[in-house]
């Protein structure tokens, strides 16, 4: 299972854009995007005249980065969302909001989507009363997400139950914060995914 190894805030600084990797630590003053917003390298501080493929390019690594997925998996993501009826751009968002490890962040039970990957990787978490630990699990309206009862007495479970009292999920998500367990109820809306990602500028990407 391929993953992004290097700093992370790079990644951020690199897009320009607050991409809420490192979970909590992002809304403090400790974000080094917040320190330091230029792009890394010596040659960050230059301000560089962007054309359209670079807006393309840039929207395509922005959305890949911040789900958390490679190059060709997020490529065959394009490819079924296009193949699908509809529009492609949505249908892509709602593939990546739907993965089982983007919907344990949503839920409120891991901090960030990385520590949602971890969890589910681990085997935390069941789908329908069976264990799965594939982060890229696609899930469907209907679909109930819990954390297993033999692992609920861990540290990040702990947590979890605390923050969940003032957590605010989506709405096509429904949680109960005292028994750890959550629901799809339908698919999401576009004005229910992230209204900051332009997935018109992917489409423009691959469609070039």
């Known amino acids: 299972m391929a993953r992004y190894t290097d700093p992370v805030c790079r990644l951020c600084r690199r897009e320009g854009a607050k991409l809420?990797?490192?979970?909590?630590?992002?809304?403090?003053?400790?974000c080094a995007f917040e320190r330091r917003p230029t792009p890394p390298g010596q040659h960050g501080v230059r301000?560089?005249?962007v054309g359209e493929f670079g807006m393309q390019l840039r929207e395509?690594?922005?959305v890949r980065r911040v789900y958390s997925v490679m190059e060709r998996q997020f490529k065959n993501y394009f490819d079924t969302a296009d193949a699908?009826?509809?529009?492609?751009?949505e249908n892509l968002l709602r593939m990546l909001e739907l993965r089982l490890d983007n919907v344990v962040f949503r839920m409120g039970f891991a901090s960030s989507r990385a520590q949602a990957r971890?969890?589910?990787g681990h085997g935390h978490f069941s789908v329908n009363g069976r264990p799965t630990n594939i982060p890229s699990f696609q899930l469907k309206p209907g679909d109930r997400?819990?954390?297993?009862?033999?692992?609920?007495?861990?540290?990040?479970?702990?947590t979890a139950k605390e923050t969940l009292r003032s957590h605010q999920g989506p709405e096509w998500l429904s949680v109960d914060a005292g028994t750890l367990t959550g629901t799809v109820a339908e698919l999401p809306r576009r004005d229910q995914?992230?209204?900051?990602?332009?997935e018109q500028l992917v489409v423009e990407y691959y469609s070039r």
């Open 118 to 120: 971890q969890l589910v």
């Open 47 to 49: 301000r560089r005249k």
């Open 60 to 62: 395509k690594q922005k």
């Open 20 to 30: 809420f990797l490192k979970g909590s630590r992002c809304y403090t003053k400790k």
């Open 84 to 89: 699908r009826p509809g529009m492609t751009g």
């Open 193 to 198: 995914m992230p209204l900051d990602l332009n």
């Open 145 to 158: 997400v819990e954390v297993r009862q033999s692992r609920a007495s861990r540290d990040p479970f702990k």
